[in-house]
């Protein structure tokens, strides 16, 4: 049995392909372009901005020693790095 080959099916599939991967590339930048240049502001868990050190409503700026200065509840649990 011999396969024949229709070449302009063929190459019809093989050019959209070849268009859907331009396409899709071109949205994927797009879409990272956007995601990259857009304003994020961050706050606290209360929707308020962090105070001049970083810190959140309740937390204090603590020097750790090795471990560089966080922001401890005041109440105690984990600390954590300073918000920038």
Same mark, same amino acid.
């Given at each position: +049995?011999?396969?024949?080959?229709?070449?302009?099916?063929?190459? +019809?599939?093989? +050019?959209?392909?070849?268009?859907?991967?331009? #396409?899709?590339?071109?949205?994927? #930048?797009?879409?990272?372009?956007?995601?990259?240049?857009?304003?994020?502001?961050?706050?606290?868990?209360?929707?308020?901005?962090?105070?001049?050190?970083?810190?959140?409503?309740?937390? #204090?700026?603590?020097? +750790?020693?090795?471990?560089?200065?966080?922001?401890? *509840?005041?109440?105690?649990?984990?600390?954590? *790095? *300073?918000?920038?």
């Amino acid at each position: +049995m011999k396969f024949k080959c229709n070449w302009k099916i063929f190459l +019809m599939c093989l +050019m959209w392909f070849v268009i859907g991967a331009i #396409v899709g590339y071109g949205i994927a #930048v797009y879409a990272a372009n956007r995601a990259s240049s857009a304003d994020f502001i961050i706050t606290c868990d209360d929707g308020a901005a962090p105070d001049e050190n970083g810190c959140c409503t309740g937390e #204090v700026y603590t020097d +750790m020693g090795v471990f560089g200065f966080n922001c401890c *509840p005041t109440d105690g649990g984990d600390c954590f *790095p *300073p918000i920038k």
